[in-house]
């Protein structure tokens, strides 16, 4: 399946799985810095809020370990975007923020989740780490 982005050169490519949904992005996220707020489960097990400004939500993303995160939105004058969530293997995950995800980024603490697929991985031509994991690598 391939969902195409307007504003971006590259498509999304993925293979069927269940337990990964797409949020196409409504939010109309501007250039420069965005704040986001994320939602990670500390140690004691509570879950913690907080905000980050980042240029992108997959940069906001990198900023918090990838396995206490439990969801991460946009926020702006009025709304807020999901652009990531995760309940056990389950996500849902914008087109933005898929369309930046490398390897790495799932490899290194997500290969638990819906995310990590090898047969993802070879649809994409992924050949490392770096590699991205939802566009067609080149």
């Known amino acids: 399946m391939e969902i195409k982005n307007k504003g971006y050169m590259n498509t999304l490519t993925l293979i069927p799985n269940k337990d990964l949904r797409v949020l196409n992005s409504k939010a109309n996220i501007s250039e420069g810095?965005?704040?986001?707020?994320?939602?990670?489960k500390c140690k004691a097990?509570?879950?913690?809020?907080?905000?980050?400004?980042?240029t992108s939500p997959i940069m906001a993303f990198r900023q918090y370990n990838p396995k206490s995160l439990q969801s991460l939105a946009i926020v702006?004058?009025?709304?807020?975007?999901?652009?990531?969530?995760?309940q056990g293997k389950k996500v849902w995950a914008s087109d933005d923020i898929l369309l930046e995800m490398t390897v790495g980024d799932i490899n290194q603490s997500l290969a638990n989740t819906a995310l990590y697929s090898q047969s993802q991985y070879k649809a994409v031509k992924?050949?490392?780490?770096a590699s991205k994991a939802f566009v067609i690598n080149e």
């Open 126 to 129: 992924a050949s490392s780490w």
């Open 76 to 86: 702006g004058d009025g709304f807020d975007f999901t652009v990531y969530a995760r």
């Open 33 to 40: 810095k965005n704040t986001y707020r994320a939602i990670t």
């Open 45 to 54: 097990g509570f879950m913690v809020s907080s905000t980050v400004e980042a």
